[in-house]
């Protein structure tokens, strides 16, 4: 039998809106990327929009004031900007360079170690331990003028009538910074060229010396090229570190005296809480960020080229 009534005609719309299926892992990560987007990405992208504004703390209102490139311009043609990244170019200079010795000599004495090379890598790694704020508060008190354990000790040595200024005389406190940033982070260099000596194979090392070459001319002309690469790994690491260095000079000097150790991330959390000048401090530390990447390319460009080098020799 045939059905007396007609049936309706399901009426389908015209445009139909089709979403995408996302995979698995995608739903699975999707929670953590709007977490991400939410802290990271939304404040980086309000940060550079108030870089193009005279937003100050005390002033909500001129967020929505747009003045283009001033506080770039303002920051790129300031004596007090290029002062301070002249000392962190300086600061970096000199404790990359004393890290890299004295971590290319603490690597190779472990490595000669017989016994208890164990024990000697984790003694190695205690000062990476500490956090930046933690070494600034020992180096503060190490260099105290009155209670600090340098001037004690050399005071009872006799090398010192009086006590040594550390954290007020100028040069003095860039020196203290320096050997902070120095203890705390030598073992980054020292961890890194051990893993390269003990990954580096023992053939053209005796080949040397049968050649008849002397130690210095061994490290010189095979240690040494095999264990580049390895230095420029730790080189480019700690050149970020350096570059952003704020917790140690904050609570050793404050960027004091008469901001005679301001370097560039002191500079910038000065402008922004202390003169509540955010837009210009957002401004400077995307400068100082660019200033990063250029040292950054610098150093993986030193690292390709060693790479290149120890595919050729070895």
């Known amino acids: 039998m045939h059905d007396t009534y007609p049936r309706a005609e399901i009426k ?3 445009f139909q809106m089709k979403f995408p299926k996302l995979s698995a892992p995608t739903l699975l990560l999707l929670p953590a990327i709007i977490v991400l987007a939410a802290v990271i990405v939304l404040p980086l992208l309000f940060s550079l929009y108030s870089s193009f504004t005279p937003f100050r703390l005390t002033k909500p209102e001129t ?5 283009g ?5 303002s ?5 007090e900007f290029w002062t301070a990244f002249g000392r ?3 600061l970096l200079t000199i404790a990359l360079n004393a890290e890299m010795f004295l971590g290319l000599g603490l690597a190779m004495l472990v490595n000669k170690a017989t016994r208890g090379q164990r024990l000697l890598r984790t003694l190695m790694m205690f000062p990476m331990m500490f956090s930046p704020v933690l070494v600034g508060f020992q180096f503060k008190f190490l260099f105290n003028d009155n209670i600090g354990f340098v001037n004690n000790v050399l005071q009872s040595l006799g ?3 009086s006590a040594i200024p550390w954290l007020i005389d100028g040069n003095l406190a860039l020196f203290s910074i320096i050997v902070a940033e120095i203890w705390s982070s030598t073992s980054v260099f020292a961890i890194l060229i051990l893993a390269g000596l003990l990954a580096m194979p023992q053939e053209p090392v005796e080949a040397a010396r049968v050649d008849g070459c002397t130690p210095w001319q061994t490290f010189r002309y095979v240690t040494w090229p095999y264990l580049m690469p390895f230095a420029m790994i730790a080189m480019t690491i700690r050149s970020l570190d350096v570059a952003r260095a704020y917790d140690i000079v904050k609570i050793m000097t404050d960027g004091g005296p008469a901001k005679r150790t301001e370097l560039l991330w002191t500079l910038v959390g000065r402008t922004a809480y202390s003169d509540a000048r955010m837009g210009m401090a957002n401004a400077m530390a995307y400068i100082s960020i660019l200033l990063s990447i250029l040292f950054t390319v610098y150093f993986f460009r030193k690292l390709a080229a060693a790479r290149q080098q120890i595919g050729a020799e070895w």
């Open 12 to 14: 389908r719309p015209i």
């Open 63 to 67: 967020i929505w004031v747009v003045i």
């Open 69 to 73: 490139f001033r506080n770039y311009v």
């Open 75 to 79: 920051a790129l043609t300031s004596l």
């Open 88 to 90: 962190t170019v300086l």
């Open 159 to 161: 090398i010192t009538t």
